[in-house]
């Protein structure tokens, strides 16, 4: 093949790879519920339990830390270690009426997935967590947390409520992390460099959701 059509056919299949990426990328966006944009002031509660506290590394390198670096807004850092989703849902509403968030970024489920409580009762709890920030006037983004096992990946049930209820889902971030040893500070505990790229994925999530 003569030198010139090599190089024109380079050139089209890069330019057909690129706008595959384009188009891939705006198809994310258009499959991830839209958010209300959030004001300067904005605090944002981080809810959940120790992935969420930040076991495993200081507290300054918890992802809520890193979140309220990155964006700017104050976010208030909620996490109790070894708390289960009914117990969750019981503390919730007290921190809605104390702190009156702007947005509840969701990380709940770990341990119940690791006591192997139904995941219809774990189902039941975020779902009832999720009504009650929407009932307080606050958004919501969920993150979704891995069951234990060799593959580590999300139930199927985070999903199905981020669909129900058309909320902003990071299913990703954590089986990533989760799954690379040089970020984690045990078997279920990022370290502070996995801290702060689940705080990067946070924070990605709400660009592309409209927050």
Not at 105 to 115: A, E, F, K, P, S
Not at 116 to 140: E, F, N
Not at 164 to 169: E, F, T
């Amino acid at each position: 093949m003569p030198h010139r059509n090599r190089k024109t056919l380079g050139t089209i299949l890069l330019l057909t790879t690129v706008l595959c990426i384009m188009a891939a990328n705006t198809a994310c966006r258009d499959r991830t519920p839209r958010l209300q944009p959030l004001p300067a002031d904005a605090l944002i509660l981080a809810f959940g339990d120790s992935l969420t506290a930040g076991n495993g590394a200081p507290r300054q390198a918890s992802y809520p830390s890193r979140l309220q670096e990155l964006t700017g807004w104050r976010t208030v850092n909620a996490g109790v270690p070894g708390e289960i989703s009914a117990e969750g849902a019981k503390r919730l509403p007290g921190l809605l009426r104390r702190h009156r968030p702007d947005l509840v970024v969701l990380c709940h489920g770990g341990n119940d997935l690791l006591r192997r409580i139904a995941k219809q009762t774990t189902s039941g709890h975020l779902a009832a967590m999720i009504d009650m920030i929407r009932r307080s006037g606050a958004q919501v983004v969920m993150l979704a947390v891995p069951q234990p096992g060799i593959r580590l990946r999300p139930p199927d049930f985070y999903r199905n409520i981020a669909e129900r209820y058309r909320i902003p889902l990071e299913e990703e971030a954590l089986p990533a992390i989760l799954s690379d040893n040089t970020l984690k500070s045990d078997p279920i505990h990022p370290n502070a460099e996995g801290y702060r790229r689940l705080a990067e994925a946070v924070a990605t999530l709400l660009a592309t959701s409209g927050a």
